[in-house]
């Protein structure tokens, strides 16, 4: 199969960004997304060091640097937003996940970071996601020292309490909810862990806390509101959907009246 | 035996051991405990369950992770479960079972003591999982679910759907936030540990390289915990996540540490097969999976051909047609042995002739019977995720038609040397986790990892590094305005320098693919002696070609994704060789361990207990050159090193 590939390239977080346009072809369509990318890469290093295509003025920049780990849908660090969606056209799948047959031979594929105030880019399709991490740490744990704790089985928890808890839980901290959000609010991401260790009675007790903490830290690293477009579970990969939302409101007004 | 290889175990009665060693540590008071640093290398399970609990002891902590998070390591992609003697199900499961099992399925090449320990507190782990809000699965009373794994005839592996590596990853993340909340622990993400300083023979520092602006930093400690994982990306192709890697332990070996047990990686029997040259990784699928999938191959040859041809699909294939391997060569534990049995036995059957895709290195994991017995939506509940996940990458419906399996790399038994204490053989260097080579012996058992990760972090080391710690509280803040810094720093950034100027044609991946084939084809799931030795030679040649072919683009002094992975590869390279070595000294079969001349009649492993029942220790003696060995012998006090016997 063969592809056009726009993408975005950025030197660093100061400079301008652009976009570039690149054709890659002979790919199996067995191919994921990201090895895709990596046979682009191998071009562009390929090029990079050819000096008969650099005096030809060959604008290379250089391998697109982009992020990625597992490759298999659940570190969260892959990102990028794909032809006008996280993680591409497929659902419930990270970029890692998405294969080239979900597209057309010559299709031309559009390639940009994560869209978001609250992500600055690094580099060229490179976020800065060290927000999500602030956010949890203003409170999304249970706060219990290692060691001392009463035994697994000493508090049952429902089944489908624990189920529901674990739907939550699924979450990847890959941001697309974010990226996707007219908004630009964390609020899918900031109710996921919240309604996670809510539906927990070992979350409970420190509920109302967690619930203030985290949606004032998520306002003071400046994501916005949520006005309900239900885009980010539209585009979740991990199928987390905006009950949590409303779990989240639930706690953070009663809460709030108990101040 | 060597005074560096003192494996410091206490003396005493194996269940009173662990108990005893504690009592006589000695302990640091509240009060110093806020004067000493410890600089922690990884955020995966060992690392952030480490930094949390030392953090909450009272230390200064800082932690540092190669990702833009800590909670991307890769413990995150561990599927199936975790191990614990709770004996919840009632099934006669105890500490020494578990410890037993944990043992033999290691093929006796682990110290006792350190495998019991473990199976020791592997109880409290899930009690404080549950405490952190992990939500494992649980029965329709309430209580907590269990589910069975290779190498053990009990239910004890506590599981999360197909996602327990995640939760309990997140579990302990979410303690290192508390801590990192409270200002005890300092996160340092996207900064990658290229040195270790050593001061007047102990670990004192690091040097570490920010991957966002290239820039080179020092940072000093009273001791240094290394929890940075295994080695598996040697071969290229692994199921480790791309950005894995062995050079935090490299840098250590290569200041001294001993590294153990090099030869010993695990290779699991149920992944997705290789589908092309452009692959990136591998994919596994989880053993949990073994529970309720029979692997099969046909047992006809033309059936073979047919299915090569796609002109018959697998579930046209009649049940008397099929050949059970498993269960028929290993009746007791059919589906469910030990994985490198179950490797083993998958490339007998490929190598006979009988792979059943295209390449011929692929066999049946059906869930047929299954889903006749229990329905489809049993299964879906029990592994939606993963079965979603193979559709996804393969675009074949594993309701309908069986998934396709192979074996790949997957984990690194073998690591850095440690004593009882989790100390190497550098004083105030500690190795915790994957990282260390310590209690999982010839082959690990699935759903130990995360054990293993979690008891040397939450309840091993914070005790054991308070004995080291306790005679440093006389000593200042470590400055890293010293000649040892000066030096090290200036040698790391010769290292970098020295490559960009190379220029020459080859990509690093390009490089690195040639060392994972060379890995497979001669360190794989099969060894012997004359492969072994051309395979050291090609690495040497291999080491020649990256040093004087290699091109990496961009400048140092940036984000620059090429730097990392070759400065990565250099390391990748020594670990091959070291790899080769070792399993060219180790003439015997053990474990994932497979070497050709020694086999039973049936092709089983033969170990050699009577010259080979050691750790072997290797000293790191320059790149390139053949390292010192050092053995440390095992001895069996408590149970008798007998044939792993898995056939009834």
Known sequence: ?259 | MEEKLNSKVPAGPLAEKWTKHKAAIKVVSPANKRKLDIIVIGTGLGGASAAATLGELGYNVKIFCISDSPRRAHSIAAQGGINAAKNYQNDNDSIYRLFYDTIKGGDYRSREANVYRLAEVSNLIIDQCVAQGVPFARDYGGLLDNRSFGGAQVSRTFYARGQTGQQLLLGAYASLNRQIAKGTVKSYPRHEMLDLVIINGEARGIIARDLVTGEIKRFGAHAVVLASGGYGNTYFLSTNAMNSNGSAAMQCFRKGAYFANPCFAQIHPTCIPKHGEQQSKLTLMSESLRNDGRIWVPKKLEDVERLRKRQVKASQIPEEDRDYYLERRYPAFGNLVPRDVASRAAKERCDAGFGVNETGLAVFLDFRSAIERLGQKTIEARYGNLFQMYEKITDVNPYEEPMMIYPAIHYTMGGIWVDYNLQTTIPGLYAIGEANFSDHGGNRLGASALMQGLADGYFILPYTIGDYLSHKIKESKQSTDTPEFEATEKAVRDKIAKIFAIKGKRTVDSIHKELGNIMWEYVGMSRNEAGLKKAIGLIDDLRKEFWSNVYVPGEPGEFNPEIEKAVRLVDFIEIGSLMAHDALNRQESCGGHFREEMQTEEGETKRDDVNYAYVSAWEYKGDGVTPELHKEPLNFEFVTPSTRNYKD
């Open chain 1, 1 to 259: 199969m063969n592809f056009t590939l726009k993408v975005w390239r950025q030197k660093n977080a100061k400079t301008k960004g652009h976009f570039e346009t690149y054709q890659v072809s002979n790919i199996s369509p067995d191919t994921s997304f990201l090895e895709m990318l990596d046979i682009l890469n191998d071009q562009l290093i390929s090029e990079g060091n050819d000096p008969v295509a650099v005096n030809k003025g060959c604008k290379n920049s250089g391998p697109i640097a982009f992020d990625h780990d597992c490759r298999e849908g659940i570190c969260g660090m892959c990102s990028l937003y794909i032809n006008g969606h996280p993680h591409g056209p497929d659902s419930l799948v990270t970029t890692c996940q998405l294969h080239m047959r979900k597209f057309k031979d010559g299709d031309t594929i559009t390639i940009e970071p994560w869209r978001s105030a609250g992500f600055p880019v690094i580099k060229d399709l490179v976020v800065n996601r060290g927000a999500f991490d602030q956010i949890l740490q203003a409170g999304g744990f249970i706060s219990v020292n290692t060691g001392g704790a009463p035994d697994a089985n000493a508090t049952p928890i429902a089944k489908d309490k624990a189920d529901e808890s674990m739907d939550a839980a699924a979450c990847v901290g890959c941001g697309a909810c974010v990226a996707t959000c007219k908004n630009g609010s964390a609020m899918l991401f900031v109710s996921a862990r919240v309604s996670s260790l809510a539906l927990l009675p070992q979350g409970k007790i420190e509920g109302a806390r967690r619930a203030k903490a985290m949606v004032a830290k998520m306002d003071e690293l400046g994501f916005g509101a949520c006005t309900n477009t239900q885009m980010c579970q539209m585009e979740c990969p991990k199928g987390i959907t905006i009950s949590h939302i409303a779990r989240l409101n639930r706690e953070f007004l009663c809460a709030k009246l108990k101040d």
